[in-house]
């Protein structure tokens, strides 16, 4: 028996031009597709009515850079720059990680996604500490019921005395993370379709730290068995040693539109080009950007040059909350701000309205991870990934502005229903089927864990980690000097 969903009465902001924002309009869902959108829709009597009056029904949001596993470190870096997260988060915290963290960090990353109105994930994860962290990553996906991207990332955390990183196996394989994806790829995703909820993903080496042979070997090695995005972290602004990666990749031929390219702050005009032209994904986390010396978001850019798979990522929740609206916020007053400032006198016209910055967090992302005939917009034979907003709240009284609502005014708290592949997630502001008491019980224990780990880090360890932090530092600046003088 088919189930199906019919949502009455509501203000449908599509993020689709062919349907733009409609007044009173329903939304019909079967099997997890959006049937038909439009007033006074029929339907069985067999159907679950969601009342939508004072309402908005939009597309559900699509992070593109997130490292999920993070979750038990929320609030630990509000006061962090790049280098402090580096040395802390990659260095330490992560080693810290057991299998069973890896998978609460994740399943419970992803439920607070879903509370905020996040849909789709793509996860970089860099917690492959073991085999077995990479399989209860995806597993902390599967359980939320999240549409997700798991990228299987390279990095290794060190290991130090009373890590869960283990030496031995690091030190006879240093590469094993690589012969890893392809086995998770036979075990999880053998039978992959693009509407499934769950697909997998790469994350390259990193690339400024890295050979570019490696790094064309990495993507050819993630493209030969199957991976559907390969993303990874370049050009953030400051820590940007100058090395024009994307450009190298372009002289290669190996651009495609599975590539999807975290920050990208100070990417040259002709990589933004060349990334337009290859139909490349674009991530700009404003959050961390803007805190952590990683220059001005590049989305705003990059869509003016035609690269229309810009979208919008969280990257890390241990300095700013799962929240896309807030990503939305951010980039979109910094950006008029720039634009303001640019021109001579007052402003006399708004540069960039809040429709663009909704098209970053949905339909943009749905084209960066390759998806865009599958989410990203209410569109009749796309899959019902949706969003009830409810607009009875004092702060959300009245809306004149369906939009501006939405970018601008609401935050989780004003989001009544979750709807993923048809699936009600969130209904009534609540999670459903997840007894959060209990799983936020498991969730404090395992930070306790973590912690007590992380403090027993060898001060000798810490030491050389900063020590090598400062070289790196001083490398970077050093190799942009040099590659920048080349240039001029
Ligand atoms: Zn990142």
């Given amino acids: 028996m088919s189930s199906i969903i019919i949502i009455k009465n509501a203000t449908v902001v599509s993020v689709d031009n062919a349907i733009g924002t409609v007044p009173n309009c329903d939304v019909l869902v079967e099997d997890g597709l959006i049937k038909a959108v439009g007033p006074g829709l029929e339907y069985p009597p067999a159907a679950i009515v969601l009342d939508a009056t004072d309402s908005i029904v939009s597309p559900g949001f699509i992070d593109t850079h997130r490292h999920t596993w993070q979750t038990q470190l929320k609030t630990i870096g ?3 720059v790049l280098s402090d997260y580096i040395l802390n988060l990659r260095q330490i915290y992560g080693a810290s990680y057991s299998v069973h963290d890896a998978y609460l960090g ?3 990353g992803a ?3 879903i509370d ?3 849909t789709y994930l793509i996860d970089h994860s860099h917690i492959a ?11 902390g996906l599967q359980d939320a019921r999240i549409r997700a991207t798991f990228c299987y990332a390279m990095y290794a955390n060190p290991h130090w005395s009373g890590s869960c990183v283990d030496k031995e196996r690091e030190e006879a394989t240093p590469d094993w993370r690589l012969e890893d994806v392809r086995r998770v ?6 039978m992959s379709q693009p509407d499934d909820l769950l697909r997998l993903g790469f994350a390259l080496s990193e690339p400024d730290m890295t050979p570019i042979d490696r790094l064309v070997h990495e993507i050819d090695f993630a493209r030969s068995i199957g991976c559907k995005v390969i993303t990874g972290h370049f050009n953030f602004g400051k820590w940007d040693p100058g090395n024009f990666i994307v ?3 372009a002289q290669r031929g190996i651009l495609g539109p599975d590539l999807l390219f975290s920050h990208g702050n100070t990417m040259a005009d002709d990589e933004l080009d060349a990334i337009a032209k290859h139909g490349c994904g674009i991530s700009s986390t404003p959050d961390t950007e803007l805190q952590m010396g990683m220059s001005h978001p590049v989305a705003f850019k990059a869509r003016d040059r035609g690269c229309t798979a810009a979208s919008l990522g969280v990257d890390v929740v241990c300095s700013a909350p799962a929240d896309m609206f807030a990503q939305m916020r951010l980039i979109l007053q910094a950006q008029r701000h720039l634009e303001h400032d640019a021109q001579e006198g007052a402003p006399l016209k708004m540069s960039r309205r809040c429709e663009e910055v909704l098209t970053l967090a949905t339909m943009g992302g749905a084209k960066a991870v390759g998806l865009e005939s599958v989410i990203g917009s209410v569109t009749p034979g796309k899959r019902a990934d949706l969003l009830i907003t409810r607009c009875d709240a004092p702060r959300m009284t009245p809306v004149h502005d369906p939009i501006g609502a939405l970018v601008l005014y609401a935050n989780a708290s004003d989001i009544d229903t979750v709807i993923i592949n048809g699936e009600i997630v969130k209904s009534g502001g609540k999670l459903t089927n997840i007894d959060w008491p209990k799983v936020r019980a498991e969730l404090l224990a395992s930070v306790d864990s973590i912690m007590k780990r992380a403090s027993n880090v060898p001060m000798d360890d810490v030491k050389a980690t900063r020590d090598y932090m400062v070289d790196t530092i001083n490398v970077i600046n050093q190799r942009r000097k040099v590659n920048r003088a080349k240039l001029s």
């Fill in 78 to 80: 509000a006061d962090y």
């Fill in 116 to 118: 905020n109105g996040i």
């Fill in 111 to 113: 439920l607070d996604s």
């Fill in 185 to 190: 790829a036979t075990q999880f995703f053998a």
């Fill in 106 to 108: 994740n399943f419970c």
């Fill in 247 to 249: 450009r190298h990749f």
């Fill in 129 to 139: 500490n073991s085999p077995d962290h990479a399989d209860a990553a995806i597993r």
